[in-house]
């Protein structure tokens, strides 16, 4: 069974009175079986301004549902299927969506069964305009504010992010400065470099430091989409504006209102999108696919491409004037081979990222592997050195990374030295000093504890680490009597 | 919109479970909402979907009880049930609901009589929306 299709009917209340309910276009998603429950409840939802998407089955649900969803509205007897399935799909998709569950009149049991499941509120039915709209309301509100603090903390560890990009060779000092540069303004910026060299993370770092931080960051892999589904993928489309648009879909441009949109691989965008990209960009108005409504946009715009664009111009598969647009300020990613002082660095990064989620105990590398690994021309660049990395760490079988740990094509190069070298954290600043990894902990330790008025709960998030471990470096390590007031 | 007087129930049937005898037919506060909240267009336009969406469920439902499957007829009689609790079709939804409860108590007797009078009320909801789309 496909998702539904009833006629469209959005007359706008007249004279209604009740809570200020209104809504500028959230996407409700409505899973009803029946045909005039899902009428009426849509006409009220659209009344108030909510852009509603119906489903009349779990199945319905499980292939269509959107990601720009802000709230679920579900019937709980929904024929063969059970509401309580949605329920618990939307839950493993999408843990912070509330959901709205309707139950027949009377069925009180029923309805905290479904509380306890996670339901955000419940209604009865017959459904009363006014509670909906209100639930509907402060439902989304509560997702605003879940996705408002999911940026910002996101946007708090910022800093952390682009230390984690940042070797300390030239070439990396020389992009920071430059993504400094455009941090506080709307500039387009198009981020110029292979794959795998970190233009995602170039792009989020622009956006975490930047005024639009607290909005969200949506990025778009043009090259991933086939080009007749890019233009409903960035600009949305309305329901029935082509076969298989069952339902009113938010594009990329609405999504990251307030926030910033990338663009990634810009250079495979269809001639007919680049069209209407273009005129997007101009008017700062888009036009969903079918729709004959200018929706405002408010975003800011970050390109990236592995393409020498400036070329593609020249062979006149990307159009100037929106070449021009995108390329105001252009800033190239170094490949891996053209910085191999920051492998070390980027190996101790990987290997801390896979220790705080468990996955092994490894810290060091051996000197053959080491020199192995960075006499490699890493045509993936960061990507595939953190792949490796990874591999590397499985087939370890101790703490040490050793030469026969590498894979097989990366072998070749390695000399014996005499130890197992200590990897330096990308932070470190004096190139010459080792500092011991258990010095570097204990150092992390305290200053957690000091940051945090000794909270071990939020020092071993800071960290990383559980609790429990926490505990047991801290009676391992001499830590001021002031700082572990609130750890014993 | 005016409501015929309708006729007594045969009292040789058992009593059906919550249909009390003078259960309206319409919920005309219900209705009225609908109309004022949308437009007096929509909530035709609503009926019109209720008409055809319920006539072919009744169908179903009649077909399903000759097989005297539980967990279906139930179904069906639920759909029924939503559907009229929506729109304000009260004596309808009352049926539906006690057809539901005595499918899932497996008494069919009681099953085949509310299915009969389901069936005959929604005659009457129906030429009752259809005097009122025509304004009558």
Redesign the interface.
Known sequence: MSTTA??A?A?P????SGPSTSSTGELVALVE?????R??VR??LE?AGYVVAEYDSARAVREGLGPDTSVACI?L?L??SSGFDVMGYLRERDPELPTIVVT??GEVQTAVAAMRAGAYDYLT???D?DCLLLSVHRACERRRLVDRVKNLQTALGGGRLFESIVGSSPAMRELSQQVDRVLESDVAVCLLGESGTGKELVARAIHQGGPRKSGPFVAINCAAIPASLQESELFGHERGAFTGATQTRLGCFERARGGTLLLDEVGEMSPAVQAVLLRTLQERTVRRVGGNQEIPTDVRIVCATHRDLRSEVDAGRFREDLYFRLVVYPIRLPALRDRVEDIPPLIAHFLEKLRSRGQHSVRHVAPDALEALSRHGWPGNVRELENVVHRCVLAARSDLIEIADLPPDLRSSGEPASGPVVLRDASETDEDTVVPLRELEERAIKKALRVTRGSVGRAAKLLGIGRATLYRRIAEIDVPLSMRENAS | MTESVRPEPDVSVPPLLSVPPAAPTLNRTRLEAIARDASPEFLIELAQLFTKDVEERIRLLAGIVSARDVTATAYAAHGVQSAATSLGVTRLRLLAASLEKHAEGEDWRRVEVALERIQSEFSHVKELLEAMREGR
């Open positions: 009833a006629s009917v007359h209340p007249t004279g209604a079986d029946d045909p005039t429950t009428k009426l006409a009220w009344g019937d007897h024929g063969e027949a009149d039915k017959p459904i305009r």
